[in-house]
């Protein structure tokens, strides 16, 4: 039973290998309680990576999460359990074929009269600036400040060398601070 009060960095650790042990054992409790820890952040991950089909993202987390219950035994430990159920998550992405169709990269305009929550127009300037990047800048750059992976870490999930990622990763934020000037000065 929990006290209420979150578990030391250390102790989240530790709790979470014995989860990936006690799974990689067939524990299936052990299993939903690993989904349920990661399936919110691979949701919200993947339906950035998908452009806002969340549909797509789901499909692409479940598939990603029946990967890792059946690849479970052979994980090794030498990553986080989540970069590397990220990277099964991107296995899935491209493993599609054919790529199923994205939705409209345009956000819908606004007119004067808009019903939007503040902040909506910064929101909608953002999605359009990430539009602008090219595929590998924005994987680069969801993995590293959406996904809260190390440049290394995403690296390992790409599948590509480490002086690549942070390549991408200034690259696409000089190309969204050069898109998003016109905020720099907004309160």
């Known amino acids: 039973m929990t006290s209420g009060v979150p578990a030391a960095p250390a102790e989240a650790v530790v709790q979470e290998e014995r989860l990936v042990a006690r799974a990689a054992a067939g524990d299936r409790t052990a299993f939903a309680a690993l989904v349920q820890a990661h399936q919110g952040y691979l949701r919200k991950l993947l339906g950035r990576v998908c452009r806002g089909d969340q549909g797509r993202a789901d499909d692409l987390a479940q598939e990603a999460f029946v990967r890792a219950w059946r690849a479970l035994p052979k994980f ?13 998550a991107y296995s899935a992405l491209s493993a599609e074929r054919p790529a199923l169709p994205l939705v409209d990269d345009a956000p819908p305009e606004l007119g004067a009269d808009t019903d939007f929550a503040p902040g909506a127009d910064w929101r909608i300037d953002l ?61």
């Open 127 to 187: 999605d359009r600036a990430m539009a602008g990047l090219s595929e590998a800048q924005r994987h680069a750059l969801l993995l590293c400040y959406g996904a809260d992976l190390s440049h290394a870490e995403a690296a390992q999930v790409l599948g590509w060398p480490l002086g690549t990622v942070k390549t991408q990763v200034l690259r696409a934020k000089a190309k969204l601070r050069e898109q998003l000037q016109a905020w720099e000065n907004t309160p």
């Open 76 to 88: 090794r430990g030498e990553s986080r359990f989540r970069t590397w159920l990220t990277r099964l």
